[in-house]
């Protein structure tokens, strides 16, 4: 059974950190990449960030880059997001996706909630 189970959501003051935990089973971890999707009401889904599957290279979008940093422990088939100096405009619900290279092979997990706000 594949599973991704999200963690760490919260409420956060605007300029505070969180920090995110996806913990994977079912699938062979060290062969995928692992992402960090978010959703906002009345938006599109939009990558996050992004690690490969031995954190050879990372990616971020534009709007977290300096702010959020994407992790991983195959030892342990976790994912991880820190998140610091937090935006009213980072509210959203945060997904965990696995994907393999060169492959349609997409896991995802039910999703946290983020909320900023003073």
């Known amino acids: 059974q594949v599973q991704l189970v999200e963690s760490g959501g919260g409420l956060v003051q605007p300029g505070g950190s969180l920090r995110l935990s996806c913990a994977a089973s079912g699938f062979i971890f060290n062969w995928y990449d692992m992402s960090w999707y978010r959703q906002a009401p009345g938006k599109e889904r939009e990558l996050v960030a992004r690690i490969s599957s031995t954190s050879r290279s990372t990616n971020y979008a534009d709007s977290v880059k300096g702010r959020f940093t994407i992790s991983r422990d195959n030892a342990e088939n976790t994912v991880y997001l820190q998140m610091n100096s937090l935006k009213p405009e980072d509210t959203a619900v945060y997904y965990c996706?696995?994907?393999?290279?060169?492959?349609?092979?997409?896991?995802w997990g039910q999703g946290t909630q983020v909320t900023v706000s003073s």
């Open positions: 996706n696995s994907q393999r290279p060169a492959f349609r092979q997409s896991y």
